[in-house]
C-alpha cells in the first residue's frame, strides 16, 4: 500500500476512485441507511434547489455522495503535495483521505457537508496559496466568496468563520486590504442571493429558514462498543500526527509551519464540533481531511519503509472492516 501509493505515477493517481469505491461499498450496498445523518436537518433553500429532487437514499444519491468525496479526495492530495507535506509529490494524503473518512456511513452519504468540505479546502487552498505570494488580497477574497457560497448550501457554515479568520491570522496574512477584501468575498454571493429571493418576494421566509437551520440539532448517530473502539484508535492516530507535526515545525521552513498549525487548527475545530448538539459524526469528512493531511506527514517520517508499509496496510485493513459494523 504505502509503496504504491507514495509513488507519483498516474497508475496511482487512477487507483484512487477504486479506492474510494471499497471503501464505500457498505454505503452502495445499503443506500436506504445513507441518510440517518440528515433526518433532522433543516435544509437551505439552496440546497433543495440544487439536490431537493433526489431522494434520499437513493442509488444517486450515493453516486453523488461518492463524486463529491472523490472530488475532496482531490482537493486534499493538493494541499498535501503542493504545501510541503511531503518532499515529495504522491498520492498519499488522497489515500489517507479515503482511509480515514470511511469509518462512519452518516459522514459518506450525501450531505450539505459534501459541499461544504469542497468549498472549504478549496478556501483554505486559495488562503495557503495567498501566504506564498506578496499579494494576497484577492486570495483572501476568493476563500471568503467560497465560505459565503458554502453558507448558501449549508448555514451552519457560519459556526466556520471564527476558524477562517484563525486561519487567515496564523497565516499571517490579514491587514486591512485583505480584510476589505474579505468583506466583499462574504457579501458578493449574499447580496446575489437576497436579490434573487427578493425579486422572488420570499426574502423573508428563506432569512428565518438559514436562521433555523443554523440553530437546528442534528441527529447523533447512536455508538456501539465497536463505534467507541474505532473512536479512540481514530482519535490516539491523530494526536499521534499532530503530535509528531508540532515536534518536527523548527525543522522546516517558516512558511510550512504556518501551514501546519492551519491544519491543527482545522482538525481541532472540528473534532470539538463533533461532541456539540448542532453536529454529529458527519464532521468526520473535516477531521479527515486536516487528520490526512498530518497522517501523510507523520508515516513519510517512519525512520523504516517496513514499519510504513505495516503502518499503513493495518490502517487500510481495518478501516475497511470497520465501515461493516457502524
Not at 122 to 150: D, H, I, N, P, Q
Not at 163 to 190: K, N, Y
Request: proline share 3%; aromatic share 18%.
Amino acid at each position: 500500500m504505502f509503496r504504491f501509493f507514495s509513488r507519483n505515477s498516474f497508475l496511482a493517481y487512477a487507483a484512487l476512485p477504486v479506492m474510494l469505491i471499497l471503501y464505500r461499498l457498505r454505503l452502495i450496498s445499503s443506500p436506504e441507511i445513507s441518510f440517518v445523518a440528515a433526518d433532522t436537518d433543516l435544509y437551505t433553500p439552496l440546497w433543495n434547489l440544487v439536490f431537493g429532487g433526489i431522494a434520499e437514499g437513493s442509488t444517486l444519491s450515493v453516486a453523488i455522495a461518492i463524486i463529491f468525496a472523490f472530488v475532496v479526495t482531490l482537493v486534499v492530495n493538493a494541499l498535501t503535495v503542493t504545501f510541503k507535506f511531503v518532499e515529495h509529490a504522491n498520492n498519499l494524503g488522497g489515500f489517507f483521505f479515503i482511509i480515514l473518512s470511511s469509518g462512519f456511513i452518516v459522514s459518506q452519504s450525501l450531505h450539505p457537508v459534501s459541499v461544504f468540505a469542497i468549498l472549504f479546502g478549496t478556501a483554505v487552498y486559495r488562503m495557503f496559496r495567498g501566504a506564498m505570494s506578496e499579494s494576497y488580497e484577492r486570495t483572501c477574497f476568493e476563500s471568503a466568496f467560497l465560505m459565503s457560497t458554502a453558507f448558501l448550501f449549508w448555514a451552519k457554515t457560519v459556526w466556520f468563520v471564527p476558524l477562517h479568520a484563525v486561519i487567515l491570522f496564523t497565516l499571517r496574512t490579514v491587514s486591512v486590504r485583505s480584510f476589505v477584501a474579505i468583506l466583499l468575498g462574504i457579501a458578493s454571493p449574499l447580496a446575489i442571493a437576497a436579490t434573487y429571493f427578493f425579486c422572488t418576494d420570499s426574502l423573508v421566509p428563506v432569512v428565518e429558514t438559514y436562521l433555523k437551520e443554523m440553530l437546528v440539532p442534528t441527529a447523533f448517530y447512536k455508538t456501539n462498543f465497536f463505534a467507541r473502539s474505532y473512536i479512540v484508535v481514530y482519535a490516539l492516530i491523530l494526536i499521534t500526527a499532530i503530535l509528531n507535526s508540532m515536534r518536527n515545525m523548527q525543522k522546516i521552513k517558516i512558511i510550512e509551519s504556518r501551514f501546519c498549525r492551519a491544519v491543527i487548527w482545522i482538525v481541532f475545530c472540528a473534532s470539538l464540533f463533533i461532541i456539540l448538539p448542532l453536529f454529529s459524526f458527519e464532521m468526520q469528512i473535516l477531521i479527515a481531511m486536516g487528520g490526512a493531511m498530518l497522517l501523510t506527514s507523520y508515516v513519510m517520517r517512519l525512520p523504516r519503509y517496513r514499519w510504513q508499509e505495516i503502518f499503513t496496510s493495518v490502517l487500510a485493513l481495518a478501516a475497511w472492516i470497520v465501515q461493516w459494523y457502524f
